[in-house]
């Protein structure tokens, strides 16, 4: 696998690899002690799960809404009740995930060395807006692009392809990064220069495109990126 990224702009996901969404556990434990793990993992993996079944089904649903039935199957699935103000709660706190420790130095690394950088994420123009108000990350991106805005959730080309028009860069001049190895596989079939950010050692997917570089975090990356012409 190549060691260094030469790309002009870089687009970045947002939901575990920009802002963790682990940190939401301790909310999750403050509404349901003893239980604030096993509801954050539950309620992310059918999180995930529900925007596969929808591109699946032919279906849309906002990101917001889809987190919220994910979160309801949760509290079933575990034998948990929630009324409507831990439900608020929960949600909410989706505005407030905390960024990756290495996150905001990487991206201010990579404005100062003039390259593009943007944003295209699963999840709603608001939220997406307020997620990374909240944690600080918002100047960095000159723009923000929401699924919304297609109808249909990763890795359905059409999303990315939101990226390359804007840009209206060669595709493999655009890089792609992400930390979710699934949105890796699509980004890279579809034609980007994918960075995965594979945090946990984890096993790349088997279908899809394959990630040109793999680094264990955006600090890694900022150091592998250098321009097209270079």
């Not at 100062?112 to 918002?138: E, F, I, K, Q, Y």
Request: glycine content about 10%; charged content about 25%; some cysteine.
């Amino acid at each position: 696998m190549k060691k260094c990224l030469a790309v002009d702009a870089l687009v970045f996901d947002v939901y575990g690899t920009l802002v963790d969404t682990g940190s939401i556990s301790a909310e999750c434990e403050r509404v349901f002690p003893g239980r604030g793990t096993d509801i954050c993992e539950a309620w992310r993996a059918k999180q995930l799960q529900y925007t596969w079944l929808l591109n699946s089904m032919g279906e849309y649903l906002n990101f917001r809404e889809v987190t919220r039935r994910a979160l309801i199957f949760s509290f079933r699935s575990l034998g948990l009740g929630c009324d409507k103000d831990g439900e608020r709660s929960l949600l909410d706190a989706y505005l407030h995930l905390a960024p990756f420790m290495d996150v905001k130095q990487a991206l201010q690394d990579l404005s100062d060395s003039g390259r593009r950088l943007l944003v295209l994420s699963n999840g709603t123009p608001g939220m997406l807006d307020g997620v990374l108000a909240n944690s600080g990350l918002l100047p960095h991106f000159e723009a923000i692009m929401s699924v919304d805005e297609v109808g249909v959730f990763k890795p359905d080309p059409k999303v990315y392809r939101l990226a390359a028009d804007r840009l209206e860069l060669p595709l493999d001049r655009i890089g792609f990064v992400s930390a979710n190895s699934w949105d890796i596989a699509g980004a890279s079939n579809f034609g980007f220069a994918a960075a995965w950010l594979n945090r946990t050692g984890s096993v790349a997917d088997e279908v899809g495109g394959s990630a040109r570089i793999e680094v264990d975090g955006l600090s890694g990356l900022a150091a592998s990126v250098r321009n097209s012409g270079s």
